[in-house]
């Protein structure tokens, strides 16, 4: 019998490949997304991670299918960008939704089928921009350092149980979530009001008077040529299945390039002055 893994996000991207290499190394995978769409051989599943309902729906069908759950890899989810002034509540809610409390609501819903099974694998997709803070996408940065967090916490408290957490941290990958990024709807005036949207294919801008308009723009530019020239997602995928091949798997991996890769480590040694000052080029700022 094949180990079962669900796969969040399954209808393209990173959710997809890693959909698709593990079908092709003898899992039974459950690919999941609001379109419940599938690239071939594996079951394909609706399942909107937003909603508390729509999850625990799909993890009946599957366990109606195959009563275990041997791993589970949360990948849903999507980009914002803009200020962080200019962002309002609402859309930083519904950042948050899917990328952070979408893994927490596909996690809980596992959980008591790993546990009572005394085995499981979860694997919950972060971002390098879990790890460095995004400028002028400072609420994509927020879910996944929420996500860093709480699947940390999450491993002590699984552990007994023989259960394992691993946080995979893509650098830039090219998928269509450059493409479906969205930008925010800027705020203008004391007021808070919504402003109007900036001109066509320019993030974060609100016409001229906009006094964040040209450094969101560069931003938000370099990091969508840093992604068009970014890893595929097959090699994220290659990670993915080596962890839950892994006898001990690892608390943390990133994956990609390896001047982003360096950044992490940067990070986690360098005086914090510094490491801004080297990362401001890299950043688009």
């Known amino acids: 019998m094949s180990d079962v893994v669900v796969v969040t996000g399954a209808s393209a991207g990173i959710g997809q490949a890693c959909a698709d290499r593990l079908h092709g190394a003898g899992w039974t995978v459950f690919g999941t997304s609001r379109r419940g769409t599938s690239s071939g051989g594996w079951t394909g599943l609706v399942m ?9 729906e799909g993890f009946r069908r599957v366990r109606g299918e195959d009563d275990r759950i041997d791993a589970v ?9 803009g ?3 200019q962002t309002s509540v609402s859309e930083a809610k519904e950042q948050m939704e ?13 959980l008591p089928v790993m546990r009572s099974q005394g085995r499981g694998r979860i694997i919950l997709m972060s971002s390098i921009g879990g790890i460095i803070g995004l400028p002028f996408q400072s609420f994509y940065s927020a879910s996944k350092f929420a996500l860093e967090g709480y699947a940390e916490a999450l491993a002590y408290e699984v552990a007994p149980f023989g259960l394992q957490v691993t946080l995979v941290e893509p650098g830039n990958v090219r998928t269509d ?3 479906n990024r969205r930008d925010v709807v800027p705020l203008t005036g004391e007021s808070g009001e919504p402003g109007e949207s ?14 964040y308009r040209e450094a969101a723009a560069k931003a938000v530019g370099t990091m969508e040529r840093d992604e068009a020239n970014g890893v595929p997602p097959d090699d994220v995928a290659a990670v993915v299945e ?6 001990r798997p690892p608390r943390r991996v990133s994956v990609g390039k390896v001047d982003e890769r360096i950044g992490i480590i940067g990070k986690r040694l360098l005086p914090y ?9 890299s950043l688009g700022i």
């Open 73 to 81: 890899v949360a990948c849903a989810g999507w980009g914002l960008a």
């Open 242 to 247: 080596r962890i839950l091949r892994a006898a």
């Open 48 to 56: 909107d991670v937003d909603d508390d309902g729509s999850v625990a």
């Open 273 to 281: 002055r510094l490491f801004e000052k080297a990362a401001r080029g």
């Open 177 to 179: 979530f450059t493409r």
């Open 198 to 211: 900036g001109e066509s294919g320019e993030s974060g801008g609100a016409g001229p008077a906009d006094p």
């Open 83 to 85: 200020a962080a002034e």
């Open 98 to 110: 899917t990328n952070f409390w979408g893994s927490v609501r596909v996690v809980q819903q596992a």
